[in-house]
């Protein structure tokens, strides 16, 4: 078994967005990690999440040491993450044969195999990545430069990991309600306070927010950033407890927990008053990882679906060739494939707009909120599907769907509920059109798409002028209105954007000769968006599944006859 192998939505968005130069090292890796997944990875998995980490407060002789124990399983994927596959190091460094940073891409297509086995120990790293990404864009690099060096380094010995420390109890969605407090004391900055959820508790690097003093009250604007080290220059440690470890429904093998700061030494981190500003950086960083996550635990949830209704007969015939079975797998594999289609296409486009494109800037603003809040939400309902396929043996621990099911729902929860989400799109829209921008840059994709698509784009074509529309709508209107109809709108927006992302799979697949599998799947996705399953691809569900090339007159077929009012 090898995850890369198994997964043809994989090698279309490789094929698609990775460039030639660096297609020969994207491939080495994705074929290695694939591998390490499906196997070694994935069995190291099951064990760390039937054993959790545990927390000691204290020694045998009354010292207070919050020390947290992990299983030696969990200490070998946190070698495999950092140390072998540098997933943290991959937006930062030259890593795997690379001699430049490789394309964000590489780090989300390496993350979505390795989180397939192990969904838990990806938050920590995605921290990780997103405090390194933060501290050199905001911090003095005399002063985080070395912390930087720590967090992207892949060796076990100077290696450093981070966390995020944002969530109080009166302080979650209301971040001008943080009570924690920095006070400078003539040489350092010192917090007090209490963080009410805080995962990967033992981090090395902490970035989090306090208020300062005279800054503003009940306004983001007073709270500041700052940075906390586990350790102090001197190698002693920092002045915070651990107080408990969360008994959490999933990402079992990874802790969270609650933290209480009394004088902790803290380093500023940018402006003052424009320390949530910073902070909502790495909250975008970590809400895309957030997407890429659901749409890993998607495509391993309806890999193992379908692998047990072909091994299954039920009444003299296999489950996969049983009619009602093909409907039900054929809309979990769109989804997976579409969610691929969208973060494969974020991580694409962040890097465009780290490199000064305006536009990308604009699309990845309001596309990371939009992914989150579709993706994640729709993670749970195929996870739980494709459990019920496995039927009872699906509920109980001994396959992997319980504990898919069960961190599924985590995606819509951290990083921002799926309330807050949304209202971050309609922010983006009144801020800055970035609807608009988004629209421009799919119709973009439209207007290079093959004739062979011609019935698919003409139809996106109209929704897009009708989703823009309705944007200016809401944005015209009443506040109450708007916040009340967002949520819908991100919905649709999402769809929208797989199924635009679908038919460019298609339309780059056959013009560079390999083949209509992809155009079969993008008109099944646009006739799923109607409520009903597409014949065709139902016929032809295992191309679907397996990846093979179909005839261009069968892909053809697939389109439906009402096209143009498939998404209305």
């Known amino acids: 078994m090898n995850y890369a192998h198994e997964d043809p ?55 207070r040491i919050d020390t947290i124990d992990y299983h030696p399983a969990y200490v070998e994927l946190c070698r495999a993450a950092y140390s072998e596959y540098g997933l943290s190091a991959l937006s930062h460094r030259p890593v795997h044969g690379w001699t430049d940073v490789p394309p964000h891409l590489v780090k989300y297509l390496a993350s979505y195999l390795f989180v397939q086995a192990e969904f838990g120990l990806a938050c920590p790293v995605s921290m990780t990545d997103a405090a390194a990404r933060t501290l050199r864009m905001f911090g003095d690099p005399d002063v985080f430069g070395p912390f930087v060096d720590g967090l992207t380094s892949t060796d076990v010995d100077t290696s450093l990991t981070g966390a995020m420390f944002m969530t109080e109890t ?69 002045s915070y407890t651990i107080d408990r470890l969360k008994d959490k429904l999933g990402t079992r093998s990874m802790p969270s927990g609650e933290v209480t700061l009394d004088g902790a030494y803290a380093l ?32 391993r949830a309806v890999r193992d679906a379908v692998a047990h209704t072909r091994d299954r007969e039920v009444f003299g015939t296999p489950l996969f060739d049983q009619p009602l079975m093909r409907a039900t797998l054929l809309p979990l594999l769109l989804d997976a494939e579409g969610a691929l289609a969208v973060v494969a296409y974020a991580g694409a486009t962040l890097d465009l707009a780290d490199h000064g494109d305006e536009q990308a800037k604009a699309v990845v603003r309001i596309l990371t909120p939009v992914a989150k809040h579709y993706i994640c939400k729709r993670a749970r309902t195929v996870t739980g599907e494709a459990m019920e396929v496995r039927g009872g043996c699906g509920y109980i621990e001994d396959w992997a769907f319980a504990r898919l099911v069960r961190d599924s729902h985590l995606g819509s929860i951290w990083e921002g509920s799926s309330n807050v989400i949304a209202l971050d799109v309609l922010r983006s829209m009144r801020k800055s059109g970035a609807h608009r921008a988004l ?18 784009v003409a139809a996106l074509r109209d929704r897009w002028d009708a989703l823009e529309a309705r944007g200016e709508e809401l944005l015209a209107g009443d506040d109450v209105r708007a916040q009340t109809l967002c949520a819908t709108y991100a919905d649709d927006l999402a769809r929208t954007v797989m199924a635009t992302l679908l038919v460019d799979l298609a339309s780059h697949s056959a013009e560079h000769g390999r083949g209509h599998r992809s155009l079969l799947v993008a008109n099944a996705y646009l006739t799923g968006l109607r409520g009903e399953p597409n014949a065709v691809a139902l016929a032809y ?21 009402a096209l143009a009012g498939v998404l209305q």
Request: aromatic share 4%; glycine share 6%.
């Open 9 to 63: 939505a994989l090698r279309s968005v490789v094929d698609r967005w990775i460039d030639d130069s660096d297609r020969a090292l994207t491939d080495r890796l994705l074929d290695r990690l694939g591998a390490d997944a499906a196997q070694r990875l994935d069995a190291l998995a099951a064990t760390a999440n039937a054993n959790p980490p545990t927390l000691r407060q204290y020694d045998r002789d009354g010292n």
């Open 439 to 456: 629209a421009a840059a799919q119709r973009a994709l439209l207007d290079a798409a093959s004739s062979e698509c011609a019935p698919a």
């Open 170 to 238: 009166q302080a979650g969605t209301d971040i001008a309600k943080t009570e924690t407090r920095a006070e400078f004391d003539g040489t350092a900055w010192r917090l007090t306070g209490h963080k009410w959820f805080t995962s990967n508790p033992d981090a090395d690097v902490i970035v989090t927010l306090a208020r300062f003093p005279d800054g503003p009250e009940n306004s983001t604007r007073g709270v500041g950033m700052f940075m906390l080290p586990k350790h102090l220059p001197d190698g002693s440690r920092n």
């Open 541 to 561: 569900l295992g191309a679907v599944v397996d990846g093979t090339d179909i005839d261009p007159s069968v892909a053809r077929a697939a389109a439906p006859d």
């Open 268 to 299: 500023q981190v940018g402006d003052l008053d424009r320390g949530f500003r910073q902070m909502t950086e790495m909250l975008n960083t970590s809400r895309l990882s957030n997407a890429m996550r659901s749409s890993a635990l998607m495509r």
